[in-house]
């Protein structure tokens, strides 16, 4: 038989993220460090979207019917801070539309993946 050393380090505490759709209707997963990414989604619940804690974007497109056709990971990232009103005004601009606004397409290095359907 092995008898394995019991380990003397403590363990580690689980990693806890809050998921909520904050005013604008984005879905935010905030870690417990404090750090947030965010979702922003269609009328039709479609992820258009993805802010990474550190501002990477993701962008999905779909076509007609509703299928994802291209994902694209922009080159340069957003800047967090640029995702929300200053100062806040309700019904001004869509917070989806802000992160367009800000989107910096890069051709020469943004990632696309497309999926053909026949």
């Known amino acids: 038989s092995v008898s394995l050393p019991e380990s003397t380090e403590p363990a580690e505490p689980p990693r806890v993220s809050s998921f909520i759709f904050d005013e604008g209707s984005r879905l935010v997963e905030t870690d417990q460090d404090g750090l947030s990414s965010f979702t922003f989604k269609d009328k039709l619940a479609r992820t258009l979207y993805q802010v990474s804690r550190a501002g990477a974007v993701t962008g999905t497109a779909f076509n ?26 309700p019904g001004a601009v869509a917070l989806g539309s802000l992160l367009e606004q800000n989107l910096r397409p890069d051709p020469a290095n943004d990632r696309v993946s497309y999926q053909f359907l026949d």
Request: aromatic share 16%.
């Open 64 to 89: 007609t019917a509703g299928r994802y056709i291209t994902r694209t990971l922009f080159a340069n990232p957003v800047q967090r801070e640029d995702l929300f009103f200053k100062p806040p005004i």
